[in-house]
């Protein structure tokens, strides 16, 4: 599913160099490997808040440090409230921990969920990554999330070089193995109060029908909507597309490393992109681009699901 755990010789961008981000950024996620694992995370998260005083910060963890963990947000949320925290998830305990590989991290996840709840963290969530392995269970890590009282996200395991450090995980039959317990949560979703659930449900659709993710293809905003920056400051279109765009330590600001040259050689890359991606942060990216194909699709199919069939 993941490599980058077995990276070790990372040069890390020095915490003054995010402070050359653009001031614009609205979210901000910010994940690893683990992220709290960096000793200066603190210090990063300020040289952003410096550019970005309003975003939105989302922490991507494998909830295993919980001290840790809390210990940083408690130190974060004392200079920028609005944040988010994605904890990691594969399937109820036995399944998470033989993918994980590491004894005792399902009760570490959900005790630093339960932990960040009691700190008065709200925008909580777990983020589970669709495999063979776990497919299963995705309707009973939905129904914890719930339990809980946090949000739940879910999407496949990607193919990165640059993000994820592998390039052999293997597609497979989500439409067979999966597909009953995600219409079963979409639906949940769709009859929700919630407009972040209905899009969520969008998200899901777009895992079970690989047409509608070669729809908008042709519109990912890619390199235009967001980047991706990598530990040592190389900024990418996305955390799939391998072609660095430069890099943060060798400019002043962004506008030094964003140029008309840069910005044109990004189009093209993207418009060229051939890769099967329908990750969250791209999907989130083409609703708000093109907000009446993804609104159309939840007013059909959240009448549908409160009649009773799958959308």
């Known amino acids: 599913m993941c490599n980058i755990w077995q990276t070790n010789d990372v040069d890390e ?8 981000l653009p001031g614009s950024l609205k979210t901000i996620n910010i994940t690893g490997g683990e992220p709290f694992l960096r000793n200066d995370l603190v210090e990063v998260v300020k040289a952003i808040h410096s ?5 939105r910060m989302v922490f991507s963890t494998n909830g295993m440090e919980t001290e840790q963990i809390t210990s940083a947000v408690h130190e974060i949320i004392g200079f920028h409230k609005n944040i988010g925290i994605g904890v990691s998830i594969d399937g109820m305990e036995d399944t998470h921990e033989k993918i994980r590989g590491v004894p005792g991290i399902f009760k570490c996840a959900t005790r630093t969920i339960s932990n960040l709840k009691q700190m008065g963290i709200t925008d ?8 063979p392995e776990n497919s299963g269970d995705a309707m009973k890590v939905f129904e914890m999330s719930r339990e809980l009282g946090v949000e739940f ?9 640059i993000y994820f450090k592998k390039k052999t995980n293997k597609s497979f039959d989500i439409e067979g ?13 769709l009859v929700s109060r919630s407009p972040k659930n209905w899009l969520r449900a969008y998200h899901i659709q777009g895992i079970l029908d690989p047409s509608l993710r070669m729809t908008f293809r042709s519109h990912c905003e890619a390199g235009r909507r967001y ?23 060798d400019v002043k600001n962004w506008d030094e490393l964003i140029t008309p040259d840069v910005v044109a050689k990004t189009r ?8 099967d991606c329908w990750m ?20 059909r199919n959240k009448v549908r699901s409160h009649l009773g069939p799958s959308p």
């Open 177 to 189: 193995s999966a597909s009953p317990e995600l219409y079963s949560i979409m639906r949940k979703q």
């Open 280 to 299: 969250v942060c791209n999907t989130r990216s083409l609703i708000l681009a093109h907000p009446f194909k993804a609104g159309a699709w939840v007013a």
């Open 268 to 275: 093209r890359l993207v418009q060229g992109c051939k890769e």
């Open 51 to 55: 550019r970005a005083p309003q975003s």
């Open 153 to 161: 996200t879910t999407t496949f395991a990607h193919n990165s070089e």
């Open 124 to 131: 909580l969530r777990i983020g589970m990554t669709l495999l």
């Open 13 to 20: 961008l020095k915490p003054e160099h995010y402070a050359k």
């Open 227 to 249: 980047v991706f920056v990598d530990p040592k400051g190389n900024v990418y279109p996305c955390m799939v597309l391998d072609s660095a765009l430069g890099n943060l330590a």
